[in-house]
């Protein structure tokens, strides 16, 4: 993701300003929304995952679909008899993973489901179990989920891994919880008793320890390579969460100013996405921090993201929101392009009292200005020069010591 840099120089003169305009090469992050569509005769549509391909599966109503750019949203079938089912997350070759039937019990009982070209493949459950359920699927179409099953007349629900010839086994060493993602290298993360985790069949259980002043963890998914974890780190009350992520090198780390919130997916460059209160999507990135989505998309389009669930490692993200203008409802696909910003032409000064008072219009995308200067120009763009830092338009300094000095706007 690319830094904005855009300048604007003038010179103060006493009581007259010359405006002199120096423009470098300037781009920033935007995103374009896709709007995904509804299956016929459904209303309510969720995004769930997007593999590398820019491909999508989630849920119209009570259907799984997956779409694609060629197809657009195609009903992905129920296991018979049952009637509902849910598309969870998908490989880089389109093979589904999910959960169809919504019961407890009966012939629409919920069970862990694989769609591969569209056809369904019924995963099973666990001995004696009569429900599972399906979440994260790698490349080489392992699922990671949760069965069900009764001991000693009572019902618990263990974390799982379904593998293609040895079918739906428990994690071992994990006695509760859910699993809800695997990487390619068969890594599993998920919420045990003791917190977030990760499970590796050589290894066995990994409990990711809670961060000192922290009281317990999550874990919602972990990138294709393994190297990197999203979730959430907890108070010890659990009334604060915070979205976080983890690797082994860098242990957790969190972000700070959203509560009740967690990263559900993170890329292989630890960009991660999550959804807080309020109805809002998030994304982090080293260069940009937490952000809200809506700041990068451009409001002339009338899309509102309220969600978000899933990025690739091109940095695509999946959701859903609506749009102000068409009232379009649903699923969103939101795929990162560079622009070129406009400059700041309408830089102005005025006095006022014992100050000059700095204006411009802002700009879409901008998230910082600083205000630099010296007694030479091209002023020096270092943090010794500058003097200010605003998060929008117009900055306001004292008149006295900054009379025949160039000044130099930036905004990135």
Known sequence: ?????????????????????????????????????????????????????????????????????????????????????????????????????????????????????GVVEDLGTLPGGSRSQGYGINDSGWVAGYGHYFQAGSEYWRPVLYR???????????????????????????????????????????LLAAPVGWGSTRAGGISKDGNWVSGSVLSASGNLIQFARWSIATGWQWFSGVNNSGMASINRSGDCVGSGSGLTGYFYTDSLGLRDVNTFINPASGWVVNTVSD???????????????TFEAGGLLLTPVIVTLPAIDDLTVTFSGDSLRFDWTPVQGASIYRLFCADVIPVPILPEYQVAEVAGPGISLPLGPINSQFYVLVYE
Not at 50 to 64: E, I, R
Not at 198 to 205: D, E, N, R
Not at 311 to 325: E, W
Request: hydrophobic letters at 40%; a negative charge; glycine letters at 14%.
């Open 311 to 325: 990025i690739n490692d091109a940095g695509q993200i999946v959701g859903s929101g609506q749009n102000t203008i």
């Open 164 to 206: 293609d010839g040895i079918g739906m086994t428990i994690l071992d060493g994990v006695t509760g919880g859910y699993a809800y993602d695997v990487s390619n290298l068969g890594q599993v993360v998920g919420l045990t008793s003791g917190g977030g985790y990760t499970w590796t069949v050589a290894g066995g259980l990994n």
């Open 1 to 117: 993701m690319m830094k904005m840099n855009r300048i604007s120089t003038l010179r103060l003169n006493f009581l007259f300003v010359t405006l002199l305009t120096v423009t470098i090469n300037a781009s920033a992050l935007e995103y374009t929304v896709t709007f995904l569509g509804n299956l016929p005769g459904q209303l309510t549509t969720r995004a769930l995952a997007v593999n590398d391909l820019g491909h999508v599966c989630g849920f119209s109503g009570t259907k799984a679909f997956f779409w694609t750019p060629e197809n657009g949203m195609v009903e992905l079938p129920p296991l018979p008899p049952r009637t509902d089912a849910i598309a969870y997350d998908l490989n880089n070759f389109d093979v589904v993973a999910g959960t169809s039937g919504i019961d407890f019990a009966g012939a629409n009982a919920n069970r862990a489901v694989r769609w591969n070209n």
